[in-house]
T-cell receptor
Framework: NAGVTQTPKFQVLKTGQSMTLQCAQDMNHNSMYWYRQDPGMGLRLIYYSASEGTTDKGEVPNGYNVSRLNKREFSLRLESAAPSQTSVYFC??????????????FGAGSRLTVL | TQLLEQSPQFLSIQEGENLTVYCNSSSVFSSLQWYRQEPGEGPVLLVTVVTGGEVKKLKRLTFQFGDARKDSSLHITAAQPGDTGLYLCAGKAYTNAGKSTFGDGTTLTVKP
């Protein structure tokens, strides 16, 4: 049971280049998320998809686009990378528990450096 | 606006000591989760608390949800080097349109 799989694990880009981070989950979860994690700033939500066919902006969506390709896959695209987008990116998925809690399962992260 | 404030930000202690990490907010949460993250990995769920005043124990870790559901604490008894990591609280506030928000985390180092 792989859980949440992200690719690539590491990537170095030059300013202005584009790239797509891929994420897939095998837990049949309805909701998927993209977060970025920077030192001292915790996890900040970029975009999320509450269910297949829907996407919504999070706290820091500028400079990013997402695609919920199907129930399993949720990709994050940087159209024109900037040094401020240097970060570790985490994909997560979730489903609502009977208690009403929304528990996230995370991937291992993708470390992106923009020069 | 940071909905969840964690303290302390950094904590370095000796093996065998006790510690408490706090997660506070002015907002009411329907539930709170605690995650632990090791270097190079994603956060992993430790516990979920949903009822005001609830206390949950996980071996040497004790989690408490405040009566008003605005705060939570994590207490570790007799810390071990294996407890080293980043501890994150997260939750869904009634005022945040159903989106989970994370605290900035507490980096714990337990020295042998």
């Amino acid at each position: 049971n792989a859980g949440v799989t992200q690719t690539p694990k590491f990537q170095v880009l030059k300013t202005g280049q584009s790239m797509t981070l891929q994420c897939a989950q095998d837990m049949n979860h309805n909701s998927m998320y993209w977060y970025r994690q920077d030192p001292g700033m915790g996890l900040r939500l970029i975009y999320y998809s509450a269910s297949e066919g829907t996407t919504d902006k999070g706290e820091v969506p500028n400079g990013y686009n997402v695609s919920r390709l199907n129930k399993r896959e949720f990709s994050l695209r940087l159209e024109s990378a900037a040094p401020s987008q240097t970060s570790v990116y985490f994909c997560a998925s979730s489903d609502w528990e009977s208690s009403g809690a929304n528990v996230l399962t995370f991937g291992a992260g993708s470390r992106l450096t923009v020069l | 606006t940071q909905l969840l404030e964690q303290s302390p930000q950094f904590l370095s202690i000796q093996e065998g000591e006790n510690l408490t990490v706090y997660c506070n907010s002015s907002s009411v949460f329907s539930s709170l989760q605690w995650y632990r993250q090791e270097p190079g990995e994603g956060p992993v769920l430790l516990v979920t608390v949903v009822t005001g005043g609830e206390v949950k124990k996980l071996k040497r870790l004790t989690f408490q949800f405040g009566d008003a559901r605005k705060d939570s604490s994590l207490h570790i008894t007799a810390a071990q080097p294996g407890d080293t990591g980043l501890y994150l609280c997260a939750g869904k506030a009634y005022t945040n349109a159903g989106k989970s928000t994370f605290g900035d985390g507490t980096t714990l180092t337990v020295k042998p």
